[in-house]
């Protein structure tokens, strides 16, 4: 019996997305859409976000060693590593994350550990690039439902940030203004 590794490696790509999609939910639901955390959602999936997060990039790893086993990938030839080279640093950068998610390394890195973990962020970007990129002209049926979930997490973690910009801006304002009231005379 033979299996289609190229089928199984796409299929392990497209697992690896919605794991890592869910990863990503919990701080921009909290924050966009605040009546989310009436549902416990947000908190059930920060509560797993570790074990989800291994997970996809357990699968992603599985999805990388499938598809270079099968193209014979030659990673010392510059063309070829230039062509993968989204895959190639989202696989680095989930890996990063995978061996840094635990409460050691959290103890170690201190407020470094955030700095890292903010790299997924990053790979957001680049992962969004790499099924675009790689699956542009062969698309399968879980291309485009791949490119829809990356597009509406980019959309949600854009206005996340634009709403913690905002509410940094009116902290901000709220504490210069007493600063520019003047001082109560008393009579």
Do not use: C
């Not at 392990?12 to 009546?35: H, M």
């Not at 190639?88 to 890292?116: C, E, G, H, Q, Y």
């Amino acid at each position: 019996m033979t299996f289609n590794t190229g089928l199984l490696g796409n299929f392990l790509g497209f697992v690896a997305i919605f794991f890592y999609i869910v990863t990503l939910l919990p701080t921009n639901l909290r924050i966009v859409f605040p009546q989310t955390k009436k549902t416990g959602i947000p908190k059930f999936l920060l509560q797993q976000r570790r074990l989800i997060g291994i997970l996809a990039f357990l699968v992603a790893l599985g999805h990388g060693y499938l598809l270079v086993m099968k193209r014979d990938f030659d990673f010392f030839d510059f063309k070829t590593s230039w062509i993968y080279i989204q895959g190639v640093v989202t696989l680095t950068i989930f890996t990063l994350l995978a061996i840094t998610s635990n409460d050691w390394s959290i103890k170690r890195l201190k407020k470094n550990w955030k700095r890292l973990h903010n790299l997924t962020y990053i790979a957001m970007f680049l992962l969004t690039w790499h099924i675009w990129g790689k699956m542009s002209g062969h698309w399968t049926y879980l291309t485009p439902i791949s490119l829809v979930g990356m597009g509406l997490i980019t959309i949600l973690y854009l206005l996340r940030r634009y709403i913690e910009k905002r509410n940094e801006l009116q902290k901000k304002k709220q504490k210069e203004v007493p600063a520019l009231l003047p001082e109560k005379v008393e009579v």
